[in-house]
């Protein structure tokens, strides 16, 4: 198993939408997780671990849907998993752009898990 994050080169606040944009602050490069990620990755390969599954973890700059859907090509990944923290209202949906953006963009299969807030 990969956990990948695919960071935005613009590091935002809790909320983000594209009106409030300015409210981001550049990221320093090199890109690196920030503290928040860093324990989110680390979480995530503590529990694979405990359940006996072997994992990887990988970080990438960029749009998150381009580059998850290119890693998991480049990999040839049999199944990409993506959470949804359901914080948008749009229309009644209650996924997010980038689970969204990969479930019509990816052309393998996809699996949105909810996260319960």
Aim: glycine share 8%.
């Amino acid at each position: 198993m990969t956990f990948f994050h695919a960071m935005d080169p613009i590091a935002f606040g809790e909320w983000r939408s594209n009106v409030d944009a300015e409210e981001g602050t550049v990221r320093e490069f090199p890109f690196r997780p920030d503290a928040a990620e860093e324990t989110m990755l680390a979480d995530a390969t503590r529990r694979a671990e405990a359940l006996g599954v072997a994992s990887t973890v990988e970080v990438a700059a960029g749009e998150a849907v381009a580059e998850i859907i290119a890693h998991a090509d480049a990999m040839n990944a049999d199944l990409i998993v993506v959470g949804s923290r359901g914080r948008q209202e749009v229309a009644g949906s209650s996924l997010g752009s980038v689970s969204r953006g990969i479930l019509h963009d990816a052309p393998r299969p996809v699996l949105v898990v909810r996260h319960s807030l």
